[in-house]
């Protein structure tokens, strides 16, 4: 007998049921993993106005998620160095399947639907070899991995979608291994870069930051292909450089300000709504700061303690903190809802069609 997902799958293809969408799933604009009081861990989904919309319970401490861009499915990533990944039904939690990472592979916490929703890339480490890899899986066959090429680098840990086709990937440059936990291997020899790769894995430009020890590990991509990435510096706090930079392919990277408020970490980054601004947080510093696009400029510090999520909002710019608040960054910090949960590292935008 075929069971649920099977059946249903069969009436979507037979034309007998109507395509669920996010709608279906309470309308949420975001997604964030979180822990609840009790140690539990859970992925929520939230609406614009920061209200939980959907709590679905996850086996572990889960970092970012992947939105498929028209079905409310999304797949939560473990905490790197993760093995597992779960496609999950928004609807009722129901899980749709269950990604494990081959032999000699570990999740690094982040994965992109391509623009059609068939296929998920998800960022992995080869541990013995000490490469990078970006796994290819099949939604239509039940998330089956149906390949892997390289991410052009070391350490690969976000990757995110271009408006023109294909990925970018901040590879952090950071070398682990599972018998070794999350201890750094080669801090003395990384090269972090950020990689431009096709959809089908041709590596088409890479550019390093000058620093070797300022690992890039978080993106975001604005509508016209500017890449803003976010990185984690791997020395001495004190002498930490900027942090945050611009690119545009064919160009060098831009820095923007500088590390004295962050603690040598960027936890999270996004553009705003309407692509003028760029913010980034840092949860050890307890800082969030927004820079101006065209000008460079730092245009405003918040100090909210815990603070990691940032998102695009429709006026702006949406963050999360581990204390439970979800907050609107405008000229200061102002709560829209505060929730008894622990919201992780990243808050992830549900891109709805229309």
Same mark, same amino acid.
Request: proline share 6%.
């Given at each position: 007998? #075929?069971?649920?997902?099977?059946?249903?799958? %069969?009436? /979507?293809?037979?034309? /007998?049921?109507?395509?669920p969408?996010? #709608?279906?799933a !309470?309308?949420?604009?975001?997604?964030?993993?979180? =822990?609840?009081?009790d140690?539990?861990?859970?992925?929520?989904?939230?609406?614009?106005?920061?209200?939980e =919309?959907?709590r &679905?319970?996850?086996?572990?401490?889960?970092?970012?998620?992947?939105?498929h861009?028209?079905?409310?499915?999304?797949?939560?990533?473990?905490?790197?160095p %993760? =093995?597992?990944?779960?496609?999950?039904?928004?609807?009722?939690?129901?899980?749709?399947?269950?990604?494990?990472?081959?032999? %000699?592979? $570990?999740?690094?916490? $982040?994965?992109?639907f391509?623009?059609?929703?068939?296929?998920l890339?998800?960022?992995?480490?080869?541990?013995?070899a000490?490469?990078?890899?970006? *796994?290819?899986?099949?939604?239509?066959?039940g998330?089956?991995?149906?390949?892997?090429?390289?991410?052009?680098?070391?350490?690969?840990?976000? &990757? @995110?979608?271009?408006p023109t086709? %294909?990925?970018?990937?901040?590879n952090? *440059?950071?070398?682990? $291994?599972?018998?070794s !936990?999350? /201890?750094?291997?080669?801090?003395?020899?990384?090269?972090?870069?950020?990689?431009?790769?096709?959809?089908?894995?041709?590596?088409?430009e890479?550019?390093?930051?000058?620093?070797?020890?300022?690992?890039? =590990?978080? /993106? #975001?991509?604005?509508?016209? !292909?500017?890449?803003?990435?976010?990185?984690q510096?791997?020395?001495?706090?004190?002498?930490a450089?900027?942090l945050?930079?611009? $690119?545009r392919? *064919?160009?060098?990277?831009?820095?923007?300000g500088?590390?004295?408020?962050?603690?040598g970490?960027?936890?999270?980054?996004?553009?705003?709504?309407?692509?003028?601004?760029?913010?980034?947080?840092?949860?050890?510093?307890?800082?969030?700061?927004?820079?101006?696009? @065209?000008?460079?400029?730092?245009?405003?510090?918040?100090?909210?303690?815990? &603070?990691?999520?940032?998102?695009?909002?429709?006026? *702006?710019?949406? #963050?999360?903190?581990?204390?439970?608040?979800?907050i609107?960054?405008?000229? @200061?910090?102002?709560?829209?809802?505060?929730?008894?949960?622990?919201?992780?590292?990243?808050?992830?935008?549900?891109?709805?069609?229309?």
């Amino acid at each position: 007998m #075929a069971n649920r997902r099977q059946f249903l799958a %069969g009436l /979507l293809a037979s034309g /007998l049921a109507p395509v669920p969408t996010w #709608a279906d799933a !309470g309308s949420p604009a975001y997604l964030s993993a979180a =822990r609840l009081p009790d140690g539990r861990y859970v992925l929520t989904g939230l609406d614009r106005a920061g209200t939980e =919309r959907f709590r &679905i319970p996850l086996p572990d401490r889960g970092h970012a998620a992947a939105a498929h861009p028209t079905r409310p499915v999304a797949v939560a990533f473990a905490r790197r160095p %993760g =093995r597992f990944a779960l496609a999950l039904d928004c609807r009722d939690g129901t899980v749709l399947a269950q990604l494990d990472s081959p032999e %000699g592979r $570990h999740f690094y916490g $982040h994965g992109s639907f391509d623009a059609t929703g068939q296929y998920l890339f998800t960022t992995e480490n080869d541990y013995d070899a000490g490469a990078g890899r970006i *796994g290819v899986w099949d939604v239509q066959q039940g998330f089956a991995r149906i390949g892997e090429f390289a991410s052009g680098g070391v350490g690969p840990h976000d &990757i @995110k979608r271009l408006p023109t086709g %294909g990925f970018v990937v901040a590879n952090g *440059g950071i070398d682990t $291994h599972p018998d070794s !936990g999350r /201890l750094k291997l080669n801090l003395p020899t990384m090269r972090p870069n950020l990689a431009y790769l096709s959809e089908d894995g041709d590596l088409l430009e890479v550019v390093e930051p000058e620093q070797h020890l300022a690992s890039t =590990r978080h /993106l #975001a991509v604005r509508g016209d !292909g500017l890449v803003a990435v976010g990185m984690q510096w791997q020395g001495d706090v004190a002498r930490a450089p900027a942090l945050v930079a611009l $690119h545009r392919r *064919g160009g060098p990277l831009q820095l923007l300000g500088d590390a004295s408020a962050l603690e040598g970490y960027v936890g999270s980054i996004a553009f705003s709504g309407d692509g003028t601004q760029v913010a980034i947080t840092s949860p050890r510093g307890g800082t969030l700061e927004v820079f101006d696009v @065209k000008t460079r400029a730092l245009a405003q510090r918040l100090a909210e303690a815990d &603070i990691c999520g940032v998102a695009a909002a429709q006026d *702006g710019l949406l #963050a999360t903190t581990g204390l439970g608040r979800v907050i609107h960054a405008d000229n @200061k910090a102002r709560t829209l809802n505060a929730a008894q949960l622990a919201y992780d590292n990243h808050l992830v935008v549900i891109a709805q069609p229309g």
